[in-house]
């Protein structure tokens, strides 16, 4: 995203200055919502020049490769679904925890940094057309797992 | 040729990190007093080196060396210094002092919000980044020398 190292410090600002104590539920959802914005933003660029999506899988495609390369600079490792509207997207070595830790450490600390992606990837789901609730997950510190749920209209 | 030690202290003399590799003499004295010595011998050798200088240095103190050891020095800009003591074997290791600089300690502290800067580093993947690049360095191994 523009240049990798100055989202990057913005983004750790971020997170660290809206969640600071007692404020970690306001600031997630703060978070949360600048990543949806921005989600949209992206979403409606990025699919411009390109043809329509098929279904859903399609989407969550996009969402894998397109979306996660600007903004990563890789693409998702792992994309899973149960064919029913749940998907998992797993990342190995998510950008923005590979500097804190490779175990165990500060994983008390990590849902603030992965607030911001939550939004990201909804509100890029939402720019498309489908409403979702998405979840993050991380058990050992660089690989994070994405839980993308799609609300059935 | 051998690493003995490293020593991590940011611009106001705080010693951000320590690590030994193969040290055989203990200084005798707690670490936190080594470290003040340590540091007050560094600014007290700089001042030293710049005032003596009969021409306009651009690197200023770069390194001493006694009958047994090497102490190899690095000063950033921000006043972070690298201090590593190796043996009498070990030639100009500026490069390497500079990789421990931008690509550990501004990759795995500068960059990690949960570190604050000028405290001692609490960070476990720093010490590892660490560890494994000083031992994976060529003249770390004690046989070799």
Redesign the interface.
Known sequence: MADSPLFQALHMEMAHALCGEGEQEKGLGALEGVGFRVGQGLSERLTKEMPSFKDELDVLKFLCKDLWITVFKKQVDNLRTNHQGTYMLQDNQFLLLSQLSNGKQYLEEAPKFLAFTCGLVKGALSNLGFDSTVTAEVTVMPSSKFQVVIQKS | MTVHNLYLFDRNGICLHYGEWHRKKQAGISMEEEFKLMYGMLFSMRSFVGKMSPVDMKDGFLAFQTSKYKLHYYETPSGLKVVMNTDLGVGNIRDVLHQIYSNIYV??VV????CSLSEPIQ???FR?KLDSFIRGLPFFSARAG
């Open positions: 990759e795995f960059k990690n919000p949960l960070s476990e993947l590892a």
